[in-house]
Nanobody, 125 residues
Framework: QVEVVESGGGLVQAGDSLRVSCTTSGRTYSRLKIGWFRQRPGKMREFVGSSTSPGGNTYYSASVEGRFFISRDDAKNTYYLQMNTLKTEDTAVYYC??????????????????WGRGTQVTVSS
């Protein structure tokens, strides 16, 4: 069983930056594919970004490209989503997910096996 826990959400103003973190624990794959998703009020969960493996490729959705950045510290089983120039439309619950990097697919909820409970990010105008 793998536990995934997000932290670092909060209330910020538009234009601010915020970093959310994700830690994993328990028996898992030797390397992890990490995905970040978000669910805005009244919307379905959507892809934000993914780090496919240590030193591997990183992908982002068009809506966050150039503003959000994923980094990872595999020695600490900790993964980060740095969010810059936040907009009110970035308000959402942000979820971290972990999956097997042997699968090249990364954009879909079904690409990940383990999920955190999410952390709320609220951006005020």
């Amino acid at each position: 069983q793998v536990e995934v826990v997000e932290s670092g959400g909060g209330l910020v103003q538009a234009g601010d930056s915020l970093r959310v973190s994700c830690t994993t624990s328990g028996r898992t794959y030797s390397r992890l594919k990490i995905g970040w998703f978000r669910q805005r009020p009244g919307k379905m969960r959507e892809f934000v970004g993914s780090s496919t493996s240590p030193g591997g490729n990183t992908y982002y959705s068009a809506s966050v490209e150039g503003r959000f950045f994923i980094s990872r510290d595999d020695a600490k089983n900790t993964y980060y989503l740095q969010m810059n120039t936040l907009k009110t439309e970035d308000t959402a619950v942000y979820y971290c997910a972990a999956g097997n990097p042997s699968s090249s697919s990364y954009r879909w909820v079904g690409d990940y096996d383990y999920w955190g409970r999410g952390t709320q990010v609220t951006v005020s105008s």
